[in-house]
Protein backbone atom coordinates (compact mmCIF):
# COMPACT_ATOMS: atom_id res chain seq x y z
CA UNK A 1 0.00 0.00 0.00
CA UNK A 2 1.32 3.38 -0.67
CA UNK A 3 0.28 6.95 0.41
CA UNK A 4 -1.38 9.48 -1.60
CA UNK A 5 -0.93 13.11 -2.30
CA UNK A 6 -3.71 14.98 -4.00
CA UNK A 7 -2.71 18.45 -5.14
CA UNK A 8 -4.37 20.75 -7.89
CA UNK A 9 -7.54 22.05 -6.62
CA UNK A 10 -8.41 25.77 -5.90
CA UNK A 11 -11.07 28.03 -6.92
CA UNK A 12 -12.19 28.83 -10.37
CA UNK A 13 -15.35 30.60 -12.66
CA UNK A 14 -17.41 28.08 -13.95
CA UNK A 15 -15.83 26.90 -17.67
CA UNK A 16 -12.32 27.24 -16.42
CA UNK A 17 -10.38 24.20 -15.75
CA UNK A 18 -8.41 22.59 -13.38
CA UNK A 19 -5.68 19.87 -13.50
CA UNK A 20 -5.78 17.53 -9.91
CA UNK A 21 -2.96 15.70 -9.37
CA UNK A 22 -2.21 12.62 -7.19
CA UNK A 23 1.48 11.72 -5.85
CA UNK A 24 1.99 8.26 -4.77
CA UNK A 25 4.99 7.45 -2.34
CA UNK A 26 5.77 4.29 -4.40
CA UNK A 27 4.86 2.58 -7.79
CA UNK A 28 1.95 2.92 -9.23
CA UNK A 29 2.23 0.74 -12.02
CA UNK A 30 1.58 -2.44 -10.09
CA UNK A 31 -1.63 -0.72 -9.29
CA UNK A 32 -4.53 -2.62 -11.05
CA UNK A 33 -6.31 0.46 -11.33
CA UNK A 34 -7.09 4.04 -9.69
CA UNK A 35 -9.01 6.99 -9.55
CA UNK A 36 -10.68 10.17 -8.31
CA UNK A 37 -14.14 10.20 -5.93
CA UNK A 38 -15.13 13.44 -4.93
CA UNK A 39 -17.93 14.31 -2.45
CA UNK A 40 -19.81 17.90 -1.54
CA UNK A 41 -20.99 19.07 1.76
CA UNK A 42 -24.62 17.18 2.68
CA UNK A 43 -24.11 14.77 -0.51
CA UNK A 44 -23.08 11.47 -0.91
CA UNK A 45 -19.84 10.31 -2.21
CA UNK A 46 -19.30 9.95 -5.95
CA UNK A 47 -16.96 8.08 -8.21
CA UNK A 48 -15.92 10.26 -10.79
CA UNK A 49 -13.21 8.43 -12.86
CA UNK A 50 -11.03 5.14 -13.20
CA UNK A 51 -7.85 4.13 -15.00
CA UNK A 52 -7.54 0.80 -15.11
CA UNK A 53 -3.65 -0.97 -15.59
CA UNK A 54 -4.17 -1.52 -19.38
CA UNK A 55 -5.06 1.88 -19.81
CA UNK A 56 -9.02 1.70 -19.89
CA UNK A 57 -11.20 4.28 -18.39
CA UNK A 58 -14.66 5.14 -17.33
CA UNK A 59 -16.18 8.54 -16.13
CA UNK A 60 -19.48 8.96 -14.32
CA UNK A 61 -22.33 10.64 -16.65
CA UNK A 62 -21.71 14.26 -14.70
CA UNK A 63 -18.36 14.34 -15.66
CA UNK A 64 -18.23 12.46 -19.31
CA UNK A 65 -16.59 14.55 -21.70
CA UNK A 66 -15.64 17.09 -19.95
CA UNK A 67 -12.72 15.42 -17.28
CA UNK A 68 -10.00 13.31 -18.45
CA UNK A 69 -8.43 11.11 -16.40
CA UNK A 70 -4.72 9.28 -17.31
CA UNK A 71 -1.69 7.76 -14.73
CA UNK A 72 1.83 8.75 -15.35
CA UNK A 73 3.98 5.36 -13.74
CA UNK A 74 7.73 7.07 -14.65
CA UNK A 75 6.61 9.38 -12.33
CA UNK A 76 3.83 7.28 -10.17
CA UNK A 77 1.39 10.37 -10.32
CA UNK A 78 -2.35 10.41 -11.09
CA UNK A 79 -4.14 13.11 -13.10
CA UNK A 80 -7.36 14.44 -13.23
CA UNK A 81 -8.05 17.05 -16.10
CA UNK A 82 -11.04 18.83 -15.50
CA UNK A 83 -12.34 20.89 -18.45
CA UNK A 84 -15.66 23.20 -18.27
CA UNK A 85 -16.25 23.29 -14.77
CA UNK A 86 -19.71 23.73 -13.31
CA UNK A 87 -20.26 25.16 -10.09
CA UNK A 88 -21.91 21.27 -9.19
CA UNK A 89 -18.29 20.41 -9.61
CA UNK A 90 -17.61 22.02 -5.99
CA UNK A 91 -16.52 19.15 -4.10
CA UNK A 92 -13.38 17.42 -2.02
CA UNK A 93 -11.89 15.17 -4.66
CA UNK A 94 -9.54 11.95 -3.69
CA UNK A 95 -7.78 9.46 -5.45
CA UNK A 96 -7.83 6.05 -4.46
CA UNK A 97 -6.48 2.71 -5.78
CA UNK A 98 -7.64 -0.71 -6.10
CA UNK A 99 -11.07 -0.49 -4.08
CA UNK A 100 -13.69 -2.45 -4.58
CA UNK A 101 -11.91 -5.74 -4.22
CA UNK A 102 -9.91 -4.35 -7.19
CA UNK A 103 -13.10 -3.95 -9.59
CA UNK A 104 -12.73 -0.26 -8.78
CA UNK A 105 -16.20 0.23 -9.45
CA UNK A 106 -17.61 4.11 -9.58
CA UNK A 107 -20.58 3.31 -7.58
CA UNK A 108 -19.28 1.80 -4.92
CA UNK A 109 -20.15 3.01 -1.35
CA UNK A 110 -17.59 1.48 0.72
CA UNK A 111 -14.41 2.16 2.40
CA UNK A 112 -11.49 3.63 0.34
CA UNK A 113 -8.63 1.30 1.86
CA UNK A 114 -5.87 3.30 0.04
CA UNK A 115 -7.33 7.17 -0.66
CA UNK A 116 -5.25 10.86 -0.37
CA UNK A 117 -6.63 12.98 2.16
CA UNK A 118 -8.25 14.90 -0.82
CA UNK A 119 -7.87 18.60 -2.53
CA UNK A 120 -10.43 21.04 -2.74
CA UNK A 121 -12.30 22.62 -5.93
CA UNK A 122 -14.38 25.29 -5.69
CA UNK A 123 -16.19 26.30 -8.66
CA UNK A 124 -18.23 29.67 -8.78
CA UNK A 125 -20.76 31.24 -11.47
Known amino acids: QVSLVESGGGSVQALGSLRLSCAAS????????MGWFRQAPGKEREGVAV???????HYSTSVQGRFAISRDNSKNTLILQMNNLTTEDTAMYYC???????????????????RGQGTQVTVSS
Open 96 to 114: AANWAYYTCTLTYTGDLTE
Open 26 to 33: GAIADRHC
Open 51 to 57: IYRGGAT
